[in-house]
């Protein structure tokens, strides 16, 4: 209900440009024209549009369900949550896992190869779903104890936990040879291929082609599905309940909501479908990526949907649309553009990142203005 | 007393978990300690410094400053300047400190504008920040300098003449600071205080002050000081072997120890002997005659031939401690001055000092400000013990190391002092010592120890982290029963 009085009329964009910049955020505002100016010079350098705007879509895809998990979060009142990668490394149990059964021959009677690929993919993210969901209802519950400090607390219980699972990879008892490193026999790789098992799984089927740019529907139906499905959550009575008890908690606690209660279950939403996200991810990027792999992506999502339009208290279904296309639109096509404009700089999309990560971050956070 | 012990187990529970981590890893480690102390006195001299940078936005309630990588980035791009413009040793260091201090004003200066806009989120906005900063860091030397600023010089350069290398050596300002002779230090610092005392004398005789020898603006003091230096100027000039002692720039630790067991015996007395003159208290200061005997038995254990055969090996830098104890002695002085004290009274309550006059937001950006300058020189002292400078690495990990090792030495987000600092270096240190001989003699590989102490490092922030909010939310919920009772 807020959000619909929240946006502006039309007719503001034409009257105020001030109250504009203000609406739609300075940093937003940046960023689109960044976006905007990126392709224009992409064209001009001659280079294959269409093309990049296939792995546009791709990595929208692949991020896209990992910068959802930031919605039931920052509604539930936690605010972004860094954190989520607690629910990836539950989600890097499960392909792990998946990936040793695949192996043994456990799934060998799915003589299919798409559907192979699909089930192995599913097993993943259900044992990834078993692990993250009682993790994030221990998390939901620590956070509940340091209410009003959960970001510093969710960044660095997340570093936590991706640093203990450092020491979890180095002894993890596997058997298939694809997981472990050749050089030590023991301890998994750093990075796994997943050509073998899940790595394609929703991106191969029905991909096609219109010219140079590759469309995979597979990925995309998969995104906007779980995309749908949070927007009938939060639109349902108990999706209503959690975002008054993140919007007004005294206000929800004297209309009978249990807010601790809807905390719990907006963190362990957000870390469940971390777990779900990173098996899309490595499905779509073909290798599962451990150890420190994880450390920074809480930023990189929570970066994602701030730059969609969320602030730290309010998130919608299409923030997550908006954040993550520009957001990866803006990296996809700066690596190629800097490569052809600056060819003796080798880090610029790397620079490029860095600041629009942690500078978006940073106005959220100066927005924020001391709660007590 | 069962209460007493309670309490202090309960206020120590870091230090003695560390404590018993540490000890427990030395023991599983089989390092010798001529290995490990050697170690430890080096990565003390080198790290304490940037701890205690952490000590004033603490007091000043910005609670643990994750911005001092700004400083070191500071330090950072003066260090590759003053190579770039051919600085060289000794004096090479102390113009990095010279160019790094206005630069670290000026950066302490705008972080310290933006944690006033995110009052009470200054841990989480230090983290991000300085990851902001380091985009902005790798633009300047990946594509500014060399890209934009030709640079002719091409040892610091890649070969396509953009871009800074990854590893800067030193040159000669490897270890400068940590070389510099006992004999340099006795004579500079006798000519400095024999300058000092002659304008204290000049300064009196020109504004027509009474000329005292004792009391607070006495002579005594500076006068005591001198005439020491003075002894051992002429020592050095006259008896061979004191200079050919004062002549190495390192301390054995031996010797080390054994002064250390002097100095403090010596204030301990003095101070015991004043008190019985001016008859302060009534009967002995039990106080003073407990420290006497710890030093004595700390020295009885330092006879001990593990020990004591460690320590013969140990090789302090004279320069770099004589900073560190200065560094020290001026936190404790600042703590109790005017502006100390304002800062003190913003981290127990703003709403407090504010009605008190005191002016906040400008009184934390200055403790951003010396944060930050502290935090850059500290990396200057860290920079020039390694003797290079890993462009795009040195500054990242400082953040987490320095302020884990705060925490492990008890301090919290809203209390630490140079004795906490101190301790967790030591403690901290000692755990990435042993660590990963540790875990090579239990489970076959250094690996994993070096992933242990990692994880140690950002858990022992999480749950300082949590213990914070923790209070902080009990406080609240606390004040509301007072109010609702009231």
């Known amino acids: 209900m807020s959000q619909m009085t929240a946006k502006n009329e039309p007719s503001t964009f034409v009257k105020n440009v001030k109250r504009l910049v203000n609406d739609f955020g300075l940093p937003r505002l940046i960023i689109l024209t960044l976006f905007i100016l990126l392709f224009v010079m992409a064209g001009i350098y001659d280079m294959n549009l269409p093309s990049f705007f296939g792995d546009v879509l791709r990595r929208w895809g692949m991020w896209g369900i990992l910068v959802l998990a930031m919605v039931p979060g920052i509604q539930s009142g936690i605010g972004p949550n860094f954190g989520v990668t607690v629910g990836i490394v539950g989600g890097l149990v499960g392909a792990v896992l998946s990936i040793n059964m695949n192996h043994a021959g456990v799934f060998d009677f799915v003589t299919n190869p798409a559907l192979h690929t699909i089930v192995l993919a599913l097993v993943a993210i259900a044992i990834g779903l078993a692990l993250a969901i009682p993790m994030g209802i221990l998390y939901g519950m620590l956070l509940n104890r340091v209410k009003g400090s959960e970001m510093a607390v969710s960044v660095y219980v997340g570093f936590s936990v991706v640093n203990l699972f450092n020491i979890l990879w180095a002894t993890f008892p596997v058997t298939a040879s694809i997981l472990i490193l050749p050089a030590t026999g023991r301890g998994l790789r750093q990075m796994v291929n997943l050509r073998d098992d899940f790595g394609g799984a929703f991106d191969e089927p029905l991909r096609f082609a219109i010219g140079d740019m590759t469309i995979r529907p597979g990925l995309l139906i998969v995104f906007f599905l779980a995309c749908f499905l949070m927007y009938l959550f939060t639109r349902s009575r108990l999706g209503m309940m959690m975002s008054a008890a993140g919007s007004n908690p005294s206000y929800a606690r004297a209309s009978g909501i249990n807010v601790e209660k809807m905390r719990v279950l907006g963190t362990t939403i957000s870390t469940a479908l971390g777990a779900v996200g990173i098996i899309i991810y490595a499905q779509s990027f073909g290798f599962l990526q451990l150890y420190l792999a994880p450390l920074m992506m809480g930023f990189t999502v929570v970066a994602s949907v701030l730059l969609g339009g969320a602030t730290v208290r309010r998130a919608r279904v299409f923030d997550v649309l908006l954040g993550a296309f520009l957001f990866n639109g803006i990296l996809t096509i700066a690596l190629p553009l800097a490569n052809t404009m600056l060819p003796d700089v080798p880090g610029v999309p790397e620079m490029l990142r860095l600041i629009i990560t942690y500078g978006i971050v940073l106005y959220a956070l100066s927005k924020v203005k001391g709660g007590r | 007393m069962n209460n007493k012990v309670r309490d202090f187990l309960f206020e120590n529970k870091v230090v003695l978990l560390f404590l018993s981590i540490t000890l427990f890893a030395f023991w599983a480690s089989g390092l010798s300690t001529v290995v490990f102390f050697s170690e430890l006195f080096t990565r003390f001299g080198r790290n304490t410094f940037m701890v205690l940078a952490l000590l004033i936005p603490v007091i000043a309630g910005l609670g643990l400053n994750f911005g001092i990588v700004v400083g070191a980035m500071a330090a950072q791009i003066s260090m590759f300047l003053v190579i770039l413009w051919g600085g060289d040793g000794v004096s090479g260091i102390f113009s990095v400190a010279l160019l790094a201090t206005p630069i670290a004003i000026v950066l302490g200066y705008l972080v310290g504008r933006l944690f006033n806009s995110m009052k009470g989120s ?365």
């Open chain 2, 122 to 486: 200054e841990m989480i906005g230090g983290m991000v920040t300085s990851l902001f900063a380091d985009g902005f860091y790798q633009f300047l030397f990946l594509f500014v300098f060399g890209g934009i600023i030709p640079i002719a010089y091409a040892r610091l350069m890649t070969s396509t003449g953009v871009g800074v290398l990854n590893a800067i050596d030193l040159g000669d300002m490897r270890q400068a600071l940590d070389n510099i002779s006992m004999f340099h230090i006795l004579n500079v610092s006798f000519f400095v205080m024999l300058a000092f005392v002659a304008l204290l004398l000049i300064y009196r005789l020109v504004k027509k002050q009474p000329i005292k020898m004792f009391g607070p603006t006495g002579l005594i003091k500076p006068l005591v000081i001198l005439g020491f230096l003075l002894i051992g100027y002429i020592l050095t000039w006259t008896v061979t072997p004191f200079l050919l002692f004062t002549y190495e720039n390192r301390l054995n630790g031996v010797y080390a120890s054994r002064l250390v067991a002097i100095i403090i015996s010596a204030v301990q007395i003095y101070h015991i002997i004043r008190d019985i003159r001016d008859e302060k208290r009534p009967g002995l200061p039990i106080k003073r005659f407990v420290i006497l005997g710890l030093v004595a038995v700390g020295f009885l254990v330092t006879l001990l031939p593990e020990i004591s055969n460690g320590l013969a090996h140990v090789r302090i830098p004279v320069f770099t401690y004589m900073i560190i104890g200065g560094l020290c002695l001026f936190i404790k002085w600042f703590i109790n001055t005017r502006l100390g004290q304002n800062m003190r009274t913003i981290g127990q309550d703003r709403n407090v000092a504010t009605a008190a006059g005191i002016n906040v937001d400008r009184t934390r950006i200055i403790a951003m400000i010396m944060s930050t300058v502290l935090a850059a020189y500290g990396q200057i002292i860290i920079i020039q013990s390694f003797g290079v400078m890993t462009t795009y690495g040195a500054h990242m990990n400082v953040g987490l190391y320095a302020i884990a090792a705060l925490l492990v030495g008890g301090a919290t987000v809203t209390r630490a002092s140079v004795k906490h600092a101190i301790i967790g270096v030591l403690l901290f240190h000692s755990l990435f010592i042993l660590a990963p001989a540790a875990s090579t003699n239990l489970m076959g590989a250094a690996l994993f120890g070096e992933y242990f102490r990692v994880f140690a490092a950002n858990a022992v922030i999480a749950l300082a982290l949590i213990m914070h909010a923790w209070k902080r939310v009990k406080k609240r919920k606390n004040e509301k029963a007072k109010a609702t009772a009231a």
